[in-house]
């Protein structure tokens, strides 16, 4: 399984980016998807997930209102909009997959992206 994150970019305070994740996988609609973040200095921390068939989420406190993941199974696909993005939100995104319906520890996800670099300026 290869999980291709793409989106990154530098974008201002206020801003918005959204980032992709391509899964080479062809049963992807069987699992359940995350994103993941790691700052400089920090240890990598889950940002949002979402079930197999899109109707669950599940967002850390500081994504939510902000952040939306969504997915797409007929692309093998999902995604992350980020609007309103602050500074303390720079990081490396990960996707990753996991083996449960949905999950918020890292412990259970299985397969992970290269990451995407996000960099919001003051």
């Known amino acids: 399984v290869q999980l291709q994150a793409s989106g990154g970019g530098l974008v201002q305070a206020g801003g918005s980016l959204s980032l992709s994740c391509a899964s080479s996988e062809r049963t992807f609609s069987n699992y359940g998807m995350g994103w993941f973040r790691k700052a400089p200095g920090k240890e990598r921390e889950f940002v949002a997930a979402?079930?197999?068939?899109?109707?669950?989420?599940e967002y850390t406190a500081s994504a939510k209102g902000r952040f939306t993941i969504s997915r797409d199974n007929a692309e093998n696909t999902v995604y992350l909009q980020m609007n309103s993005l602050k500074p303390e939100d720079t990081a490396v995104y990960y996707c990753a997959r996991t083996y449960k319906l949905y999950s918020v520890s890292e412990r259970e996800y299985d397969y992970w992206g290269q990451g995407t670099q996000v960099t919001v300026s003051s």
């Open positions: 979402i079930s197999w068939s899109g109707t669950s989420t």
